[in-house]
């Protein structure tokens, strides 16, 4: 399972900060990418669509920086979301400004294409496509793409429906190349867990919204850090697309999270619920089922050196395990 030299040789974790809509900004992106893991943004949260050459300009320059003052801890890559469904009126745009300023990753949702692929590729980047079902993985890949990240349920905003255990299994039967697993990772024990299972790098969103740097309401923040994965409800009324929200934006919003109707897919869209006055995500605050591990709204420094911190801790942990195992085999042998 050989990654890329992009997602292997300057990453501090095997960790990407998924791309999240409104939240994931420049200040975000930055913080993530000096604390040693892939920071990520949607290219929609660059409004109007003219500031995305802006946040892009700004990225390269200050990560560059970064890189000339701190040689032996260089920043990890960032990597540009493109919506790639037909009621993305920006993608053309979009895609030739992050092609432009060569984002050295880049990650595709909601539909797969070759052109999008080719285009990248000829500016020397890679594509990530995210996928929620091993058929959309074949897709994904025969179109072009690089790797997939494989949104299993529990994850944050769009998520699956199958068990992370299930659908890297899955993945793994015929694709060997570059894969990463979001759901419920919160942890440094979780993201070793996901390389175990398969992944080569976890997929982490929703505990970023609580830090510092995120663009995210304080409320918002305050109620991750106060919520736990029993909070999460799993709906498709907001956006036409099934997603996992936290119950309690969606009583403030004046709604039962227990009596939703659903939602009709052709209407999909990622700004309102249809007629609902409540917004997605302005309103309603999407967020996946590992949030219980977040007790706090620290920095995005702090947080990365705790998963690495809990990272090892698990790796020392498994390794006695091991030994203890094998000791034993050996006593029995004798």
Not at 29 to 57: M, T, Y
Not at 126 to 145: P, Y
Not at 290 to 305: M, Q
Request: glycine share 10%.
């Amino acid at each position: 399972m050989a990654l890329p030299p992009v997602l292997r040789d300057r990453l501090r974790l095997p960790v990407i900060g998924s791309p999240l809509f409104i939240i994931s900004v420049p200040d975000l992106v930055i913080a993530q990418c000096k604390a040693g893991i892939v920071g990520s943004f949607p290219a929609l949260n660059a409004r109007p669509a003219s500031l995305l050459d802006e946040w892009l300009h700004r990225i390269t320059e200050e990560l560059a920086e970064w890189d000339r003052d701190h040689p032996d801890t260089p920043s990890a890559p960032y990597a540009v979301n493109h919506i790639v469904h037909k009621t993305n009126d920006r993608l053309e745009h979009d895609l030739e400004v992050s092609c432009k300023w060569k984002a050295p990753v880049v990650i595709t949702s909601l539909g797969a294409r070759e052109d999008v692929n080719k285009a990248v590729h000829a500016s020397g980047g890679v594509v990530l496509h995210d996928v929620i079902n091993s058929t959309f993985g074949r897709k994904a890949v025969e179109k072009g793409a690089d790797g997939l990240i494989t949104v299993a349920a529990g994850a944050g905003g769009h998520a699956g429906v199958l068990s992370p255990f299930a659908l890297v299994q899955e993945i793994r039967e015929w694709f060997d190349g570059p894969v990463a697993l979001s759901g419920s990772i919160a942890n440094g024990r979780a993201i070793l867990g996901a390389q175990a299972m398969g992944a080569d790098l976890a997929y982490i969103g929703s505990a970023f919204i609580a830090t510092q740097e995120a663009n995210a309401d304080p409320g918002y923040k305050q109620m991750i850090v106060d919520s736990s994965g029993d909070d999460i409800v799993y709906t498709n009324l907001f956006t036409g697309v099934h997603g996992n929200y936290l119950r309690p934006s969606i009583v403030a919003a004046g709604l039962d999270p227990d009596d939703l109707p659903h939602s009709d897919p052709s209407k999909m869209n990622f700004g309102s619920g249809g007629n609902q006055k409540a917004k997605a995500w302005r309103d309603i605050w999407g967020c996946g089922q590992g949030i219980g591990a977040l007790k706090e709204a620290p920095t995005t420094a702090e947080y990365v050196a705790r998963l690495a911190a809990e990272y090892e801790e698990a790796k020392a942990e498994l390794a006695l395990k091991t030994s203890f195992t094998a000791g034993r085999a050996l006593l029995a042998a004798e």
